[in-house]
């Protein structure tokens, strides 16, 4: 079965400080790994995507995240923090599945830019 | 860029009373989900479907929830008889067939209240 477990669901950072973002996932086989962002009162937007093809995956707004398959982790960073950063982060992991190609969330975690 | 759209943004209803959200996902794709999220929560999975049949449903997805793809563009989420823990925003999402990599793409959801 596939899981991902997002630690800290607050986070603050001042503008111009680093972003680190923790998500680590539990999978029974090479997992897929998503990035999604939710800013107030819309929908989830994809980041960035894990697909094997490199450890180090770089999204949209300046953000990039690294799999670490010893660690299980697939951490989201970002090395200077805008106010316009502050939304809700969800990691995901895909699961190949028979029929149900299903993904799985984290339970978020909440990005404050303090100016 | 083609994108998830859903209908109506917010819907009110009462207690008790059928509701349809509706989901026009994109055009080429060929799984889609429900998935909602009560305000200041995490995104729960309902259902997802695939090749005009439920592949994989949760535990909310209860006798009261129903999806349908009536025709070749919409997707729709229907509760029989609401309650006020359905309050929630609901997001429909599709995927493309072929790989496990490739991402979900989100409507921006429809907001139910139920009072």
């Known amino acids: 079965a596939q899981s991902v477990t997002q630690l800290g669901s607050h986070v603050s950072v001042s503008e111009g400080a680093l972003v680190l973002l923790r998500c680590n996932y539990s999978?029974?086989?090479?997992?897929?790994l998503f990035w999604y962002v939710q800013y107030p009162n819309q929908g989830l937007q994809l980041l960035l995507k894990?697909?094997?093809?490199?450890?180090l995956v770089k999204g949209i707004n300046g953000f990039e995240a690294e799999f670490k398959k010893s660690e299980t982790s697939f951490h989201l960073t970002k090395p200077s923090a805008h106010m316009s950063d502050a939304a809700e982060y969800f990691c995901?992991?895909?699961?190949?599945?028979?029929?149900?190609?299903?993904?799985?969330f984290g339970t978020g975690t909440s990005l404050t830019v303090i100016p | 860029e083609p994108e998830v759209t859903q209908t109506p943004s917010h819907q009110v209803t009462q207690m008790g009373q059928e509701v349809i959200l509706r989901c026009v996902p994109i055009?080429?794709?060929?799984?889609f989900y429900w998935y909602r999220q009560i305000l200041g929560q995490k995104v729960e999975f309902l259902v997802s479907?695939?090749?005009?049949?439920?592949?994989?449903k949760s535990e909310i997805f209860d006798d009261q929830f129903s999806v349908e793809r009536p025709d070749g563009s919409n997707f729709t989420l229907k509760i029989r008889s609401t309650k006020l823990e359905d309050s929630a925003m609901y997001f429909c999402?599709?995927?493309?067939?072929?790989?496990?990599?490739?991402?979900?793409?989100f409507g921006n959801g429809t907001r139910l209240t139920v009072t």
């Open positions: 999402a599709s995927r493309g067939g072929g790989t496990y990599n490739s991402p979900l793409h």
């Open positions: 999978s029974s086989v090479p997992p897929y």
């Open positions: 894990y697909t094997s093809a490199a450890t």
């Open positions: 995901a992991v895909s699961s190949s599945m028979r029929t149900g190609n299903q993904f799985y």
């Open positions: 055009s080429n794709h060929l799984y």
């Open positions: 479907f695939y090749n005009n049949e439920i592949s994989e």
